[in-house]
């Protein structure tokens, strides 16, 4: 069955980076576009990236643009997000997702990423 | 860009049908049947219930159904049961290739 795991989240201080990983398995990873979601402690859901199967083409939210980078490494089933020059509000949990193009049809478990001092 | 317009909340009671809407532009929702909808319960992952406006994926109850009209989209739940008791929300695709999520709505079974 269709399983992603994410992992890579913690605690760190404002102005720190960190690298989230989602390990993939059950399907095709190389066939599929890969998504990341967060969302903040009590709040709704927000699109932060997606990567094309290929990981040719990368989509960012706005508001991220180059903080964050996201990749993949097909060989190893695995989809990333480098995240850089972290603030209190990208303090969320963070999901990956199965991006089928007209939505995203399984979703990982999410992993915390608290950005305080 | 805004997160597309969903109501705080919602609620009914066990055999009732709820309709939640989700308002967006012709940017979005209006020009693209590519709306989804997705429910979390808490402490848990979403889950796909509803794509391409109006499709269920195997496995999701035929209880949950979605429509949409201009830049507006709509989920209904017929039937309601307590198990249904959890946020909800829409999304679509946009003209800039991004996605663009719903506030989410809180629904109650009384």
């Known amino acids: ?117 | 860009q805004s997160a597309l317009t969903q109501p705080a909340s919602v609620s009914g009671s066990p055999g009732q049908s709820i309709t939640i809407s989700c308002t967006g532009a012709t940017s979005d929702v209006g020009n693209y049947n590519l709306v989804s909808w997705y429910q979390q319960h808490p402490g848990k992952a979403p889950k796909l219930m509803i794509y391409e406006v109006n499709k269920r994926p195997s496995g999701v109850s035929n209880r949950f159904s979605g429509s949409k009209s201009g830049n507006t989209a709509s989920l209904t739940i017929s039937g309601l049961q307590v198990e249904d008791e959890a946020g909800y929300y829409c999304c679509s695709y946009t003209a800039n290739n991004t996605l663009l999520f719903g506030g989410g709505t809180k629904l109650t079974v009384l």
């Open chain 1, 1 to 117: 069955q269709v399983q992603l795991v994410e992992s890579g989240g913690g605690l760190v201080k404002p102005g720190g980076s960190l690298r989230l990983s989602c390990a993939a398995s059950g399907f095709t990873f190389s066939d599929y576009y890969m998504t990341w979601i967060r969302q903040a402690p009590g709040q709704g859901l927000e699109w932060v990236s997606s990567i094309s199967s290929g990981g040719d083409n990368r989509y960012y939210v706005d508001s991220l643009k180059g903080r964050f980078t996201i990749s993949r490494d097909n060989a190893k089933n695995s989809l990333f997000l480098q995240m850089n020059s972290l603030r209190s509000e990208d303090t969320a949990v963070y999901y990956c997702a199965r991006d089928v193009e007209t939505a995203l049809d399984q979703w990982g478990q999410g992993t915390l990423v608290t950005v305080s001092s």
